[in-house]
């Protein structure tokens, strides 16, 4: 019914950028929050950063000042571009997205199948 795609993970080193991207498809009415979550190798799954339909977004701590999301809402995206990348941001990172479907107007969270992001030392 409603999948993501994600693109645009990779190795990179330490200090390094990478932008993710992560579209939207499928029997949409409209997405309410979109966001970022990662997985660390023996981690639990995190927050990386949110935005909602009307561009508010929230940050974990960790990447502030560092990752930058943004969404379109006309082409159903959001992306995430990573500045001064760290090892520890090492991870799968997920797409998530909040989505209400055109059949019966249902809710339903959704996730992305996961793209690694590798930054070495």
């Known amino acids: 019914q409603v999948q993501l795609v994600e693109s645009g993970g990779g190795l990179v080193q330490a200090g390094g950028s990478l932008r993710l991207s992560c579209a939207a498809s499928?029997?949409?009415?409209?997405?309410?929050?979109m966001g970022w979550f990662r997985q660390g190798p023996g981690n639990q799954r995190e927050l990386v950063a949110t935005?909602?339909?009307?561009?508010?977004?929230n940050y974990a701590d960790s990447v502030k000042d560092r990752f930058t999301i943004s969404r379109d809402n006309a082409k159903n995206t959001v992306d995430l571009q990573m500045n001064s990348l760290k090892p520890d941001d090492t991870a799968v990172y997920y797409c998530?997205?909040?989505?209400?479907?055109?059949?019966?107007?249902?809710?339903?969270?959704?996730w992305g199948q996961g793209t690694q992001v590798t930054v070495s030392s």
């Open positions: 499928g029997n949409i009415f409209s997405i309410k929050n």
């Open positions: 998530n997205a909040v989505v209400v479907t055109t059949t019966k107007y249902s809710q339903y969270n959704i």
């Open positions: 935005v909602t339909s009307g561009g508010s977004t």
